[in-house]
């Protein structure tokens, strides 16, 4: 299941949850549109992690935590720290980044 963040506290979410992974887009962003499904996908094949959409815009301290200056953006966090980002519009890198904080 994917949690879209309705209000700026995704920094209670990464202390609050073993593993997650966000996705920071905005409204205005083709490519987020398309990877959102992919994004919704892998949620629905890795129960043990947290999935979190964060609008970039609408939210400045949630997008503090990853150093954000292209969308979209896919943020991981362990234990309540920042592990990897990646700024990209394919599913493989999107997936290799999730498959490599499920296996550390």
Do not use: H
């Amino acid at each position: 299941m994917v949690k879209e963040l309705e209000q700026d506290n995704l920094t209670e979410l990464v202390s609050s949850n073993d593993t997650v992974v966000v996705q920071y887009s905005a409204s205005w962003c083709g490519n987020c549109r398309i990877m959102k499904p992919k994004f919704k996908k892998l949620a629905t094949e890795n129960e043990t992690i947290t999935f979190v959409m964060a609008d970039a815009e609408k939210f400045p301290e949630s997008r503090k935590l990853a150093t954000v200056d292209n969308l979209p953006t896919f943020a991981t966090f362990k234990n309540g720290a920042f592990v990897k980002q990646v700024q990209t519009n394919k599913f493989e890198v999107l997936k290799e980044l999730v498959d490599e904080v499920t296996s550390n």
